[in-house]
């Protein structure tokens, strides 16, 4: 097999993994504690009490016409891969259903766990280059032409879901719902950044700037770039150094910098994750 052979069926696999995970939260915590989860299942827990409709044909229904809706926006390679997902889901959803596993737990347990669970499905299949479908799509339609991280796009989406269950369930299943949605943005965001090389980026002023810039390629065995800049209040022009730095590198380099000046001023940033030359980490979406 062909390498692009090899990379379909390991993302074939991560989605259906997902769409199970997800469906597994959903048909055992959001939809028996009806959790205003967000998401289409939390949509559908909304909708449940105003059109008397069952919960799983809510959520097929509203699968299928945001499926559409994805397709005009994110083209035709998103249209193939959402597609595998529109059907696996739903039907994992009614094959766990027929189950029917009873968790006795308190609600605010069930929303933790839906959230965290579910957010994990869907990360997973974002990873994959893919979609869950449903109430996914719009935050990647605004993703595509905005930029905003996709962790925060799903939290508002979701909360403004949640909001609208309030109508039909009350403001205590609101607070409820929300420990569920920002269960789903953590999970979301540890999912994508898990593997990612997470990093320090550092700037740094100093009148020894050469020793510094020095100490960091030979020593520590980094690159550098020099920035030009000018201070604010002498004008005078100053050279910033500008160093990504591993975790593991971060304590050795600030000892370092000590001993070569102990009035040099730095700004240390963390960065979630860092690509090119030295940093392995080959993020997907």
Wanted: aromatic letters at 10%; a neutral charge; proline letters at 2%.
């Amino acid at each position: 097999m062909n390498k692009m052979t090899v990379q379909t069926i390991k993302n074939l696999i991560q989605i259906t993994i997902g769409c199970l995970i997800l469906a597994f939260s959903v048909s055992v915590f959001v939809l028996p504690f009806n959790i205003l989860s967000g998401g289409v299942a939390g949509l559908a827990v909304a909708l449940n009490v105003l059109i008397d409709i069952d919960s799983t044909i809510i959520i097929n229904v509203l699968m299928i016409i945001l499926f559409v809706v994805g397709s005009v926006f994110l083209g035709k390679k998103f249209a193939l891969s959402t597609f595998i997902t529109t059907i696996l889901y739903p039907l994992m959803l009614v094959i766990i259903n027929r189950f029917e596993i009873i968790v006795d737990i308190d609600p605010i347990l069930a929303s933790l766990y839906a959230g965290l669970l579910g957010g994990a499905g869907v990360g997973i299949v974002f990873k994959a280059g893919a979609s869950t479908g449903g109430m996914d799509i719009p935050p990647l339609i605004i993703n595509k032409y905005t930029g905003i991280k996709l962790s925060t796009l799903v939290l508002i989406t979701d909360a403004i879901t949640v909001f609208f269950g309030m109508i039909s369930y009350g403001f205590e299943a609101v607070l409820i719902g929300f420990i569920a949605v920002w269960g789903t943005s953590f999970a979301i965001d540890k999912v994508l950044t898990f593997g990612a090389e997470r990093a320090k980026a550092i700037y740094v002023i100093s009148d020894k700037i050469d020793k510094i810039n020095d100490m960091v390629q030979n020593t520590i065995l980094r690159g550098t770039t020099i920035l030009q800049a000018k201070g604010g209040y002498t004008r005078e022009d100053k050279e910033v150094l500008l160093v990504v730095l591993t975790g593991n590198q971060y304590p050795n380099f600030m000892r370092l910098v000590n001993e070569i000046d102990r009035q040099a001023f730095l700004i240390i940033q963390d960065a979630n994750e860092v690509h090119g030359n030295g940093f392995s980490f080959d993020y997907k979406i």
